[in-house]
């Protein structure tokens, strides 16, 4: 099903791909991670990571994590014209972006922001312009959470370089190496679906968007895909090759993600898997005793009761995960490779899945040999077919 353009690429030159926050996607004996369908697909992979063995200026993030970066260090420390100096004068083909989520987290009862808990019609305003495309309304003071530790700080300080590179590189294309208008550099720039989506930076910047959404007013945006939708079952039922998530389970956790990109004409993202138990979930012919064994005492009071309503898939095609559970991404542990290195739980956590990857970099090569349609077409069904307008 996967369109394979790397044939005509290959005649020519392959892509620049930058990769900023590789993490332990960026290790070649991980498969996962935004670049490493490229790096498979035989282009020229720039990964930036902070967390090596022997780092001398950050003692914390001192840590093998079994591949030394080409652009190794804090992100902080580079510059759009540093990275253009690292690729002979060029800029990037694509760049990947995934901040830390840790600062942008929701959690802990909005621990980390101030003057947004609870602030409904801020929500609601803050979704208006960004659906209305009010970029006016992105400019004025207040209009966004306060930060008021340091994790959210730095969350904020790391997503507007990240912005800042990707405008700068995006301006040189165009006023300095010379390229078209219509050949940019695409980008794909993510987070865990939380507090990042409210930064007044990124009001106006593209939101990928499940085809078919018809978000108006004050209502918010749908995340942009969902982590289970590029592994596991749901991969299977859309027809596509299924990349299961290392250290992850074969059902994996639904984990619903924001993603902001300008390829929006030449990619789609995947359909959702659905909240809601499904009806064939195994957790319906289980004890109460063997529930609470798998989930914890905390997270399961009562058997779940085939109600027919809300029915979805968790159970099935990805993980059941009542609040308070052991099971899904809280579930998921650090990981030890063949090499001996040991992967830490934030990372294995952390990992974009390789076939989110591999749909960005082949929408890519379709769109540079000519092909019109976005990638991939299909939708949620038995039967897979090449069109999901009416998904």
Partial sequence: MVFDAAWRLMKAEPLNIVETFAGAGGNPDIHAGWAQAARDRGHNVIRNEIMYAGNPDESWADYDLGYMPEMPGNILNYSAQDIIDILGGKTPDVFYASPPCEGNSV???????????????????????????????FTREGIGPTPTNDAARLGRQL??????????????RVHNEGRDIDDPMYWWMENPTGMMRYQPEMGMRPLGRPLGSRTTGGNVPPPTITHSSYSGPMADLLGMPRHDIPGHPAIPSRKQTDL????????????????????????????????????GKS??????????????????????????????????????????????QYHMKSLIPYALGEDTIVAVERALAGEKDPYPLLRRSDEVIHTLFDF
């Fill in 260 to 295: 902001w990109t300008n390829a929006g004409g030449i990619w789609l993202p995947r359909p959702h898997t659905k909240p809601g138990l499904h009806p064939d979930a195994p957790v319906f012919d289980m004890s109460l005793d063997e529930l609470q064994a798998l989930y």
């Fill in 107 to 137: 959690g802990a009862r909005m621990q980390g922001w101030e003057d947004w808990a609870g602030h409904d019609k801020k929500k609601r305003a803050f979704n208006r312009a960004r659906n209305e495309g009010n970029a006016e309304f």
């Fill in 159 to 172: 997503m507007n370089h990240t912005l800042e590179l990707i405008d700068g590189l995006q301006d040189y």
């Fill in 299 to 344: 997270a399961v009071k009562n058997i779940p009761q085939r109600t027919g309503k809300e029915s979805g898939d968790a159970g099935v095609l990805h993980a059941w995960g009542p609040r308070g559970a052991r099971t899904g991404i809280q579930g998921i542990k650090s990981m030890r490779l063949p090499s001996g290195i040991r992967m830490p």
